[in-house]
């Protein structure tokens, strides 16, 4: 559609205490916790800027300043890397150049939906994608799932959510949809369920942690009272938008790491290993050796 405005920027909702990874998180945000070398929160932003996005807005809160922080140039770091011939190619993707990196404070953890409406000054009259640091979306070099919805939105515009497929028996713990017509890897949005018993669910596409909005979500938020466990939910808000604007969900081609919960996190780390050509054979002969036990 050559009337979209293009995606620049992206909203991180990354003021989350980061409760099951205590201790690790008591001074260390969650998002700074690293799969095997980079941490989360730079994979996030990687992706984005895969996708073409400009601006990069961090919902943060208090004790998060580290974020910044890694992305701002290190002086002494790299004065230091320099004077002992080592490469900075390693620090490039930590350095954000001026203006690429906005952060606002969520000052009370009200839910994901007020974390968003928190960047709506940000954000302006534009459309925008959302990305969770937590959930790592991982697909082909240069193919990543903010780009593959970038490029579907460029086809079709209005609103989007990622979703991966998966067994019908697992639908429960998930927010789903309830499709409509499909199309390759789109498929029309007719409504969202949250965590629906397996035998009511309209479908085994679950919502998988990227989107990108229309600005009116801001409004919807603005008025929105608290749904589940007292929050301000942003699936409720997307709902009241699905029948008021085009709203599709993009099935992503890859494979993703749940790693706000420690299993995936671990899972992500060991199969970002196994395929590290620096590393992989040696992690896979320590991973069978401990097998055996």
């Known amino acids: 559609m050559s009337d979209t405005k293009p995606i620049r920027k992206a909203v991180f909702p990354v003021a989350g205490l980061g409760t099951r990874f205590l201790p690790a998180t008591k001074a260390i945000p969650k998002e700074l916790l690293p799969i095997v070398d980079r941490p989360l929160i730079q994979y996030a932003v990687d992706e984005a800027r895969e996708a073409g996005i400009e601006q990069m807005i961090f919902v943060t809160g208090r004790g998060k300043t580290a974020i910044v922080e890694h992305f701002d140039v290190a002086y002494e770091l790299e004065t230091t890397m320099s004077e002992r011939g080592k490469s900075l190619g390693v620090?490039?993707?930590?350095?954000?150049?001026?203006?690429?990196?906005?952060?606002?404070?969520?000052?009370?953890?009200?839910?994901?939906?007020?974390?968003?409406?928190?960047?709506?000054?940000?954000?302006?009259?534009?459309?925008?994608?959302i990305m969770l640091p937590d959930e790592l979306m991982v697909g082909a070099p240069g193919h990543g799932c903010m780009k593959q919805m970038v490029d579907a939105y460029n086809e079709?515009?209005?609103?989007?959510?990622?979703?991966?497929?998966?067994?019908?028996?697992?639908?429960?713990?998930?927010?789903?949809?309830?499709?409509?017509a499909e199309s390759g890897a789109l498929t029309e949005v007719k409504g969202l369920v949250e965590k629906p018993p397996?035998?009511?669910?309209?479908?085994?596409?679950?919502?998988?942690?990227?989107?990108?909005?229309?600005?009116?979500?801001?409004?919807?938020?603005e008025t929105q009272g608290k749904g589940a466990g007292g929050e301000i939910q942003l699936t409720d808000a997307m709902a009241r938008m699905i029948g008021k604007q085009p709203f599709h969900a993009v099935t992503f081609d890859g494979r993703r790491f749940d790693c706000g919960?420690?299993?995936?996190?671990?899972?992500?780390?060991?199969?970002?290993a196994l395929e590290r050509e620096d590393m992989g054979s040696e992690v896979r002969a320590i991973a069978e050796r401990l097998l055996q036990g």
Not at 103 to 128: K, N, S, Y
Not at 159 to 169: A, M
Request: glycine share 10%; with cysteine.
């Open 91 to 129: 620090l490039e993707p930590t350095r954000a150049t001026p203006g690429d990196i906005i952060t606002v404070r969520q000052q009370v953890p009200m839910g994901l939906g007020h974390a968003i409406w928190c960047a709506r000054a940000i954000v302006g009259d534009e459309p925008f994608a």
């Open 156 to 180: 079709v515009g209005g609103n989007l959510i990622s979703v991966l497929e998966v067994p019908e028996d697992e639908v429960s713990s998930y927010g789903v949809i309830d499709p409509g």
């Open 198 to 221: 397996v035998d009511q669910a309209p479908s085994n596409k679950i919502i998988s942690g990227r989107y990108i909005l229309q600005p009116e979500v801001m409004r919807t938020l």
């Open 261 to 272: 919960s420690k299993t995936g996190f671990v899972e992500a780390t060991l199969a970002l």
